[in-house]
């Protein structure tokens, strides 16, 4: 079996192949006529170029790993079918997924995005807030130009439903828990939150490559959860890399996390098992939401001391592998099941 950085690249290249496809690089009055219909008055072009689909392939444009939508192209392909059957639904979760990420970024008062300045930073707050909550939509439309029946499409948009709220519950949570705003956060709350803001786009990839294969509901749920798992493993793995990784690999700020002042795993650990005065000054260095490099580097110091990243690892280890009990209940020994549990194992090891 290919490597699967090899195997996620052949991937990428057919979801970028259907992004070019189904989400135009600028658009025309005739352009816009054939997404949203003819105008009752007149189209003006240039502002929605400007406004959205620039600032939108800007991000494109910087890669990305495209391991969502591989994750759904897998999943069919194992399920017995091909890839290129369900290809154009892929940009539904990528599209999705970069709303949130320039969304997040604005909230967030981020600095870098895939190693160049956060599209807010380059286009302003609102261009990137507008920008991305379309993409929170238009990505829907593809569903109108395949042949999917009423029924499967219905199913598609009610977990489409679902799978939004989630996002934005989590992204309160976690808004929230940085802010200071809920003094005491445990660890079940923790994967709860990553498990909506993170797991539940991963999941709703995994049901819609089982809703077109037309799988039992109990083989839904069982795939969905595996995507779900290695998702918060690979969220925690992000956390971690934060922390410790390569900043010319990570393509973010090193430290971000703590500037922002947010409750990872690793925070959440250290509280618990800092001797009293350690933990509290780990706490005001949280509060101050600070980019100084010292105190950055004293927090580290004090997750490492108390053994959080480690434990971190541990978790997301533990995570990875009851996603794959669940994949191999489900799924027989095959290179396609192979395929999936090495995209798991990248997940939790990758160093970008």
Known sequence: MEKISEILSNYARLVNKMLEKYVPRKVDE???EELLGKAD????PESINKG???PFWDLMDRGGKRWRPALMLMIYEALGRKAEEIAPLSIIPEVIH???????????????????PCIHRIYGEDIAINMGNTMYYLPLLVLDKLNVSREKKLAILEEYVKTMLKLSFGQAMDITWHRGLVPEIDEK???QMTLFKTGALAGFSAKIAAIMADVPEEKIRDLERFAELIAVAFQIQDDVLNLIGDEAKYGKEIGGDITEGKRTLMVIHALRNLPANESKRLLEILNKRTADKALIREAITLMKKAGSIEYAKEVSKQLAEEALRILRKCLPENDDRRKLEALADFLITREY
């Open 98 to 116: 970069n709303g949130t990420l320039a969304v997040d970024d604005v909230e967030d008062e981020s600095e870098f995005r895939r190693g160049r």
């Open 52 to 54: 959205i689909f620039e």
């Open 30 to 32: 005739k352009g816009l």
């Open 41 to 44: 008055y007149r189209y003006e």
């Open 189 to 191: 709350q923790y994967l």
